[in-house]
Structure formats: structure tokens, C-alpha cells
């Protein structure tokens, strides 16, 4: 089962791995092979994205003991995501929390950036902005998130009515940011589309 369920997780067939990977917890004589069922789980159902059985594999590879550090992590992220993707935002805020301690990793500023994302849609626009000026200030590595970060900077300063602040930092992303193909300048476009026939 194990050598089956890794084959069909390498050729991208995640369902079908994902139920070989079920077969195995099922039948699991020791801890080893029940987390190596439960890794694979978390992965597949990831990566097939059902996000009901995602939340149920982290929550099983939390309760178990002699967990590795970093798969605790991941759990914890992929349940975050999932959690996301079904509009839980106070159960992916507590996770995202957890995962937004550094911003080095992707996972991390992924995180971060989503805790101020949700604080902001839920109205709490004074710690979303305290949120952003820690991450600038932790200078992730991550331009993408980065980016998002400012993008997400420039609405709360149009939702504080400061559409000239907007406008500056929206302007420098536009005139400093590099990939051309990743939506980013796509989203400065758009909102300094909005801030311009705002002022007509």
C-alpha cells in the first residue's frame, strides 16, 4: 500500500492515492506507519483539494505523539488553507497565527500576509495595518507576499480616506515591482484604475 499510494501520489493521481493512503491508517500496526498514512493523507487531499479531509488529517497528526516539528507546521498551514477555501476565517486565522511567526519560509509569509487579509475583511483595520508593518519590518524574502502585503496597505489607506497614500505606494509597486506574469501588476493597474476615476 505504501509503495502503491507514493507511485500514484508521483503521477498526480492525488484521489487515488489519498485512498490507499486511508487503506493504510486502516491497517496500521505502529505509530511510524499510522503517521506515514497520515502524512500521505494530509498531501493528497491537499493536493486533490478536498478540504473537509485536509482538516481531518491535520487534526489526526496533531493528536499523535513523536510528530516531526516541521510536518506539525505544514499540518497546521494545510489546514489553514483548507479552512480558508471553505470561508472558516476564524479557524484559518488561529492556524494562520501560528504559522505567521517568521515570514522567511513561503508558509510563513503566506501566513502573515493572509492574518492581516482576514483581519481587514473582518473591519480590524488598525491591527491588519499593525500586522503589515511588522511584516515589512521582518523583510521576508518573498516579493510576491510582499507585494500583496502593499497591495493590501494601499486599501486600508483608501478605507482610512487617504487616497493620496493609496496612490504612493500603489505607484511604487507599479514603477519597482519586476515580474510581469504573477496578477500583481494586474491588481496595481486595477486599483489605481478605481483611484482615478474617484478623482474625475
Known sequence: LISAASILYDREDYDSSLDNYERLEGIASNDRIRLTALRGQLASAYQAGDAEKTISAAGKINKLTNVPEELLREAVFMRAKANYSLNNFDEALTDFRKTAREVVSTEG????????????????????????????????????????????????????????????????????????DDGILDEVRAKLAVLNQDNQ
Not at 146 to 160: E, G
Not at 162 to 177: F, G, I, P
Open 109 to 180: 509569509a503566506e501566513s502573515k500576509y493572509r492574518v492581516a487579509e482576514i483581519l481587514y475583511n473582518s473591519d480590524n483595520v488598525d491591527e491588519a495595518e499593525k500586522i503589515i508593518h511588522e511584516f515589512i519590518d521582518q523583510k521576508s524574502p518573498h516579493q510576491y507576499w510582499m507585494a500583496k502585503v502593499f497591495l493590501l496597505l494601499s486599501d486600508i489607506s483608501v478605507k482610512k480616506g487617504d487616497n493620496l497614500q493609496a496612490r504612493v505606494t500603489l505607484e511604487s509597486l507599479r514603477d519597482y515591482y519586476t515580474v510581469k
